[in-house]
């Protein structure tokens, strides 16, 4: 079905208001004149390619500050705006790319209205390019600069969360649930989180710290130019990679009434609807570690009729082999662990073309005391420490938190969320070592526990009620 058929005429119209430049008649296909202003859409350019004293720059801060002065009773007020995030945002499930999405547009919008610079589009950082916070973003007195950050200006993000080879093996997947993150059927009910959510983005989290390490995350200006980078690879993923959105019903009809517009009027915007703002509100700068163009996409009908399409997403395991249970281990150990996969079935995921998967599945995480740890992944290499780098080909990617237990203990009623579950796709790791011919008969995981730079999460452990490796049809 359709995603357009599973919402109301009304629901649709309704939607539609989230565009702003449109009317309902374009939507419909009626209005050629606008066209243009859509052929138009601003480019949310790369923070790094912007100078100092671009009107861009000029324009962030100026709304940054603005909304910092409004009144409290303004829904656009600087606080109320990351206390949307705090009571609503979605986290490990299929809601957190498009929530995200529409939590941007309108922002965007805010801006561009509260600075008055008309061609305001919001910039992104790009931490595979650039690891450290960009420079605009620090200084006393700076309306971007905000002074919890547990890091400093000439601090770098890991390449284990950002580096360009990380990346690339995330958007490799073409599952919508394992680049995503998993269904749920409540906003703000946790599932499983997949690879884009789990590793740079709660990593980069976890890693500023401060108010960027907890769900009034967003008053830190750097906050939105981090999403825009996840946005911009979702893009990436989505559009120029070619691989569709889920198109279930339940995904694409959820509405967001916790938005508000420029002028701090409440919206109702679905996360069906933001799949398309891609195609009409804005475009990006590339930021993939590569750049595919989707030549097929460029023309603009045929990119909406394929938004609209999506695909039906499957995640149907064939065989699931447990690697360990109640794991236990102190930040710098290792926990090694061996699964029984005949080569066979290994080889005959890797010659699949993409129609199946070899997904470890890391169950019922518990939260961390305090966000300064990730858990580094290795395949093959039981010998793995903190140490071993990660250009070794057996480096099969990374996880971390967003939140911690005392942020879980304030968490509004209805955000369940008791423990964390993952999912790493080792399957570009496999390819890699059955190139090099260096896979026997069965697969071993090796999973460390590293504190992030100058934190020494002491006392702290990874604890871990299940680990699965799984063999699964994921198209
Ligand atoms: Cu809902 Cu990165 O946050």
Redesign the pocket.
Known sequence: MAWIDSLSRRDFLKGASAFGVMNAAMWLGGCEGCQQQIANRPTRRNIANLAANDPVIQAYKDAVHAMQMLPTNDPRNWTNQASI?QNH???QNWW?LP??RA?LLYFERICRKLSGYKDFALPYWNWTTSPAIPSVFWGDGNPLFDSTRFIGPSDLADPSWVGAPVIESILSTNNFYVFASYPATTQRQGTTYGQLESTP??N??GWVGGDMGA?M??LDPV?WC??NM?DCLWVEWNINRNNPNTNDATWLGLHFTEFCDENGQPVDVTAGITTLFPAFNYQFEPCGPTHTQNLKLQQRAALEAYLKQGAPVRLDFTQRVELKRTITAPIGRPVVSAAKIEAQTISSVLASEGKTSALLTVDGVEVPEKTEFYVRVFINKPDAGPETPISDPHYAGSFGF?QDSHEMAGMAAGATHPKFGFVVDTTPALRRLSQSGSLAGSVDVTLVPVAYEKRRAEGQRLSIDKLELGIANVK
Do not use: D, E, M, V
Request: proline fraction near 10%; aromatic fraction near 30%.
């Open positions: 995030h945002c979605p986290h957190f929530w995200h939590y983005h709660n980069i989290h769900f995350s967003p906050f981090h999403h996840l967003f």
